[in-house]
């Protein structure tokens, strides 16, 4: 018999039959149909333009990058399916925060106190995940704006395409690092009952004294990334890439609430009932 590890992945891994009942329709939805496919298609045309060279003679990485990289590629039917994915994840995350909350704290995994609690923080949950889409959008328009620019005012092929993939890393580093300055909100608003906003601020005080935290949390996701994006590659010719994309968003989707109500206990210094439990 030995201690169970007290690490948010692995407590994923040990509760994770219950975590994928909640996401696992999500996660296939989000795959299928809000996969990076963007990506495939905006490194193979950065690759013949990459062989052209030259100088630009109109707008085309800028008009590439908004239809691979921004909500306007999910301007068309599939769209509907995707907001009908997001509908699920909002609730998968709001389900799967109120259970760990309360497996940690009672060590008990289901009951209908946890139904009750994912219920009564929806709206907020709703509300937080809406706005890191937003950030992330925002993000992403940013940048197809300057690299548009860089576009307009005669810059070259290559020198464009360089400075859109910088761009497009920054801003990812940017909103990852966001998501770990905010990783407690939702447990501090769920857990001490404080609103979202008031949450949200604590949140951010009290990871930005753990840099450690945010930078792992920060390589982990470029990790992920490049790991989908390199699976989906060489499945892309059997047209198998979704499965990268669907294991992409079902890892995410049970990870970052265990993750975020594990730091939450080790910030407010509770004991974790979960844990008493010895296993071989």
Not at 109 to 124: E, K, P
Not at 203 to 227: P, T
Request: hydrophobic share 60%; with cysteine.
């Amino acid at each position: 018999m030995r201690v169970q590890s007290n690490h948010a992945i692995a407590y994923m891994f040990r509760n994770s039959f219950p975590l994928l009942f909640f996401a696992i329709v999500p996660a296939v939805l989000l795959g299928l149909f809000a996969g990076n496919e963007g990506a495939l298609r905006f490194l193979n045309a950065a690759a013949e333009w990459w062989n052209q060279g030259g100088v630009i003679a109109e707008v085309t990485v800028g008009k590439e990058m908004l239809f691979d990289f921004t909500i306007v590629r999910l301007a068309n039917v599939e769209g509907l399916i995707v907001l009908v994915g997001f509908v699920l994840y909002v609730f998968s995350t709001g389900f799967i925060l109120a259970t760990v909350e309360r497996h940690m704290r009672l060590g008990v995994r289901f009951s209908r106190g946890a139904i009750r609690n994912a219920f009564s923080v929806m709206g907020r949950v709703a509300l937080f995940i809406l706005l890191l889409v937003a950030i992330n959008e925002l993000s992403m328009m940013i940048v197809v704006g300057l690299v548009s620019i860089m576009e307009e005012i005669g810059a070259t092929m290559r020198f464009v395409i360089v400075f859109a993939m910088a761009l497009l890393v920054l801003a990812k580093i940017l909103f990852c690092s966001i998501v770990g300055l905010l990783l407690c909100s939702l447990p501090v608003s769920q857990c001490d009952d404080y609103k979202l906003n008031v949450a949200m601020s604590y949140s951010s005080r009290l990871m930005g004294k753990r840099n450690n935290i945010v930078l792992a949390l920060v390589m982990l996701f470029l990790f992920s990334k490049a790991l989908t994006f390199t699976v989906a590659y060489l499945l892309s010719p059997l047209n198998l890439d979704f499965i990268a994309y669907c294991l992409y968003y079902l890892f995410w989707i049970m990870y970052l609430p265990c993750l975020a109500v594990k730091v939450y206990f080790d910030v407010a210094g509770e004991p974790r009932k979960d844990l008493e439990k010895q296993i071989f």
